[in-house]
C-alpha cells in the first residue's frame, strides 16, 4: 500500500499563513498587519475586528467550532481553554459566529494555578494572554474537534512573565536593537532587522504502549526507575542511521503529515543511538517560530505514537545504561536583507564583521557560562550529561581547526594572515567523485560548538522549552554587542578600534576554546586550572538566575526583572523537589506493590522445591545457592525501601523549596539508587515469567 503524499498540497494547510491573510484581508489591513508585524506597535480594535472575523472564517471553513488562546506557562508543556465561537442566537432560533478583536488580541487565564515562584498569591487569580502576531494561528485537529490555535504570551494582573514566550521575544528584540547597531557602525546601511533563526533537533524513545503502560514509572516518572541491562545495548553501533523497522517508519510517516499540515519544516529523520531511539530535524526558522513549533512537534510525537500503539518518551534518559536524549539548539543570527551574521565567508582571517561577531560571542559565552549551563539544566539531564553519550557539564567552545588557528593568530601577532585550507578527498576509485571537504571536523562532545554558519547548543535536554537556552543566548549576546558599541560610537577610528576589540575578546577569553575531547579525564583537570565552569546538578545552577551579574544583565534589556528572576530559581527548586518526589513515590510502589511480592512468592516456590529434593534424598546445591542469592537481595531491597519512606517522608518537612530541593539530592537520590540496584540484580536472577513488568530487551528490542 503506498504511503506517498503530495507535500506542496498539504504544507501549512492548517495554518493562517501569510498567503491566506492576504487571501482573507483586505489590502490595507493586510498591509497594516504586515507592517506592525515587521516593524512592531499595535494593532487598532477596529483592525483587529476585520482580522478576527477574517480568521474565523477561515476557521469555520476548515471545520474549526471553537478557539484557544495557545500559550506556553511555566511548566514545560502548553495550556489552552476552549471558547466556541457561538454567540446568543437570534430573535428566530438562528445560531450566530463571532469571534471579536478584543477576544482575538487579550485572554484571560486564572493565573494562581500556574507556577508563578510567589509572583502571585493563591487568591490573586487573573492572568492575561496576549496575540503573538508573529507567529501564525493554526488549526488542530483530533478527537476533540478542530480548534483554532492563537499562540500568546501570558503574563500575569501585573504584567510580570508567567510563560517562555513573553521574555523569549523580549530576548530577540534586544539582540535585534543592539545587532543592527553594530551593523550601522560597520557600514550596513541596507539591514533593517536581525532575528534570531533557530533549528532545534528532537531525540526521543518508541516503545509498545501495551508494555509501557505496564510500567509506573513510564507512566509517571517518563523514565525507567528499575531495569537490567539487557544482554545487548548499542555496543554495536548497529541501530545508528540504520534501517528504519516498518512500525516506526509508518508513525514517522504519520507524524511528518500532521507537522507539515501545522507548516513544521520536520526535514530529517533517523534511528539514533540506542535501540529504540529516533530523531526529528526540521529546517532553521525565527526562535519564537521555532519555540511555538518545538511544542508541537513534542505533542504529536506523544499523540502520533498512541494511534500507531506506541508510547513515545521523551525523557532524556529513559533506559540506565544506555544514550540519552538530547535537543540540539542551532543558534544564528540573520538580518532580514539574507546575511548570516555567523558566515565565515570564502575568507574568515579577512571578513572582520565575522571575526567581530564570533569574538563578541566567545566573550559572551566566557562571561556568562554559568548561565548557558543553567538554561540547559533539568532534572532529567543530572543523568545524561557529562556522561560519554552527550557534552560534558563543563562550558566550553568548539571552532574547530581553521578558525581556532584563526584566533591564534590574532592574539599572537594582531592579525591572521594565513588560512588553513580543505582538502581534497580522492576515494581512489574512478567511479566515485572527487571533493573538497571541510577545512574542519566536528566534535561530538563539545557543548557549544561552531559548526559551519551557526552555533549547536548540545547541551540542551530533549523535554525541556527551547525558550531559557535561546533567551540566554540571545541576552548575552546582546550585551556584549551593547558594550562594543559603546566603544566604537566613541572611536576616532573604527577600523582600528574594531581591530584592538576583536584581538582583545579572543585574548581575554581564549580560555572558553577547546577541540579536544571532553569526556577525558585530562580536559576536567585541564578546565578546572583555567576556571571554567562546571556545573554538575541543575538544583547546584539555578543560584545563577538571581546573581547580582545575572540581574544587571537581563534588567539592562527588560528581559526579566529581578523579581521574575527570583520566581523562576524557586520555581526549578519547586520542580527538582516535585519530580524526584514523584520518582521515589513510584519506586516505593513498585517494589513494595510488584517487585518484593513477586520475587517473595517464587523464592517461597523455590524453597518448597529445595526441601522436596532433600525429601528425595538429593543435595540442591544450584538451588539453594540461588534461594540464599534471592533472599539477600530481597533483604537489601527491604531495609533500602524503608530507608527511602522514611528519607522522603522527612524530605517534605522542610518548608523551603531549596532546602527541600537539596535534600532531595542529597538523601533521597541516593537512596533511591541504593533501592534500585538489589532490585536489577533480583531481575537478573529469577525467571523472567516471575518479573512484574516488561524488562529493558522487551521495551527496546519488541517495538
Not at 498540497?9 to 489590502?27: C, H, S
Not at 509572583?119 to 476533540?144: C, H, N, Q
Not at 522436596?612 to 538429593?618: L, S
Request: a negative charge; hydrophobic letters at 40%.
Amino acid at each position: 500500500m503506498s504511503n506517498s503524499v503530495n507535500v506542496e498540497e498539504i504544507f501549512a494547510k492548517n495554518v493562517f499563513t501569510v498567503a491566506k491573510m492576504r487571501e482573507y484581508l483586505p489590502e490595507d489591513v493586510f498591509n497594516e498587519v504586515m507592517h506592525i508585524r515587521e516593524e512592531g506597535g499595535e494593532l487598532p480594535l477596529k483592525t483587529a475586528d476585520i482580522v478576527a472575523n477574517a480568521m474565523k472564517d477561515w476557521a469555520v471553513k476548515n471545520g474549526a467550532t471553537h478557539y484557544t488562546h495557545w500559550f506556553q506557562p511555566l511548566t514545560g508543556v502548553t495550556a489552552e481553554k476552549h471558547d466556541a465561537f457561538i454567540k446568543h442566537p437570534d430573535e428566530e432560533g438562528r445560531c450566530m459566529l463571532e469571534f471579536s478583536g478584543k477576544e482575538l488580541i487579550k485572554g484571560e487565564s486564572d493565573a494562581s494555578s500556574f507556577p508563578s515562584g510567589g509572583l502571585r498569591a493563591t487568591f490573586e487569580a487573573r492572568g492575561y494572554t496576549a496575540w503573538d502576531m508573529t507567529s501564525p494561528a493554526f488549526l488542530k485537529e483530533d478527537a476533540i474537534g478542530t480548534i483554532l490555535c492563537i499562540p500568546t504570551a501570558f503574563c500575569s494582573y501585573k504584567g510580570e512573565a508567567l510563560d517562555m514566550k513573553t521574555p523569549l521575544l523580549r530576548s530577540m528584540e534586544a539582540v535585534n536593537t543592539q545587532a543592527i547597531r553594530l551593523l550601522r557602525l560597520l557600514g550596513n546601511t541596507t539591514s533593517k532587522k536581525i532575528t534570531a533563526s533557530v533549528g532545534p533537533e528532537q531525540e526521543y524513545f518508541l516503545v509498545d504502549r501495551k508494555k509501557y503502560l505496564q510500567r509506573e514509572d513510564l507512566i509517571f516518572a517518563g523514565r525507567t526507575l528499575f531495569g537490567a541491562n539487557a544482554p545487548k545495548g548499542q555496543e554495536l553501533d548497529d541501530h545508528y542511521y540504520g534501517t528504519i523497522q516498518e512500525r516506526i517508519g509508518a508513525y514517522m510517516n504519520d507524524l511528518n503529515k500532521e507537522l507539515w499540515k501545522l507548516g513544521v519544516t520536520a526535514k530529517t529523520q533517523h534511528n539514533e543511538v540506542a535501540p529504540a531511539q529516533h530523531e526529528l530535524a526540521p529546517i532553521y526558522e525565527t526562535a519564537n517560530i521555532a519555540m511555538d513549533h518545538n511544542q508541537l512537534i513534542m505533542e504529536l510525537m506523544k499523540k502520533v505514537a498512541t494511534r500507531h500503539g506506541l508510547a513515545c518518551l521523551l525523557h532524556e534518559k529513559p533506559f540506565k545504561g544506555v544514550n540519552g536524549s538530547g535537543k540540539h539548539d542551532n543558534w544564528s543570527l540573520n538580518t532580514d536583507d539574507g546575511i548570516n551574521l555567523l558566515d565565515p565567508g570564502d575568507s574568515p582571517n579577512e571578513n572582520i564583521q565575522f571575526l567581530l561577531v564570533l569574538s563578541c560571542i566567545i566573550k559572551a559565552v566566557d562571561t556568562h557560562a554559568d548561565l548557558l549551563a543553567q538554561s540547559a539544566a533539568c532534572v532529567g539531564n543530572d543523568s545524561r550529561l557529562g556522561g560519554n553519550e552527550a557534552p560534558p557539564t563543563i562550558i566550553s567552545v568548539f571552532l574547530g581547526e581553521q578558525l581556532e588557528d584563526v584566533v591564534r593568530q590574532i592574539i599572537e601577532f594582531g592579525e591572521a594572515n594565513n588560512l588553513k585550507e580543505g582538502k581534497t578527498f580522492k576515494s581512489g576509485v574512478s567511479t566515485l567523485p572527487d571533493f573538497e571537504m571541510d577545512a574542519t571536523d566536528r566534535n561530538r562532545t563539545s557543548p557549544f560548538a561552531f559548526t559551519g554558519n551557526k552555533f549547536e547548543f548540545r547541551s540542551v535536554g530533549s523535554s525541556e522549552s527551547i525558550g531559557s537556552p535561546n533567551i540566554v543566548m540571545n541576552t548575552i549576546v546582546a550585551e556584549v554587542f551593547s558594550d562594543v558599541c559603546d566603544v566604537l560610537e566613541k572611536a576616532d577610528d573604527i577600523k582600528t578600534a574594531v581591530h584592538d576589540i576583536i584581538t582583545k575578546n579572543f585574548t581575554e577569553h581564549q580560555r572558553i576554546i577547546f577541540s579536544g575531547d571532553g569526556y577525558s579525564d585530562a580536559w576536567r583537570e585541564e578546565a578546572a586550572k583555567r576556571g571554567l565552569v562546571n556545573i554538575k546538578s541543575m538544583i547546584d545552577s539555578i543560584d545563577t538566575l538571581t546573581t547580582e551579574k545575572s540581574v544587571k544583565l537581563f534588567e539592562k534589556f527588560g528581559i526579566f526583572s529581578g523579581a521574575e528572576l527570583e520566581s523562576r530559581a524557586e520555581i526549578l527548586y519547586e520542580t527538582y523537589t516535585k519530580t524526584v518526589n514523584i520518582e521515589a513515590r513510584t519506586m516505593i510502589d513498585m517494589a513494595s506493590k510488584q517487585i518484593i511480592p513477586s520475587v517473595a512468592t517464587y523464592s517461597g516456590e523455590l524453597a518448597i522445591a529445595v526441601n522436596e529434593m532433600i525429601k528425595a534424598g538429593v543435595t540442591p546445591v544450584v538451588q539453594m545457592g540461588l534461594l540464599n542469592d534471592i533472599n539477600k537481595e530481597l533483604t537489601a531491597m527491604d531495609v533500602a525501601l524503608v530507608t527511602l519512606k522514611n528519607l522522603r517522608e522527612e524530605a517534605i518537612t522542610y518548608k523551603s523549596q531549596k532546602e527541600r530541593a537539596f535534600f532531595f539530592r542529597e538523601k533521597v537520590v541516593p537512596a533511591m539508587e541504593a533501592l534500585r540496584a538489589p532490585a536489577d540484580r533480583l531481575e537478573r536472577m529469577v525467571d523472567k515469567k516471575v518479573w512484574p513488568f516488561p524488562t529493558y530487551a522487551d521495551l527496546m528490542f519488541e517495538v
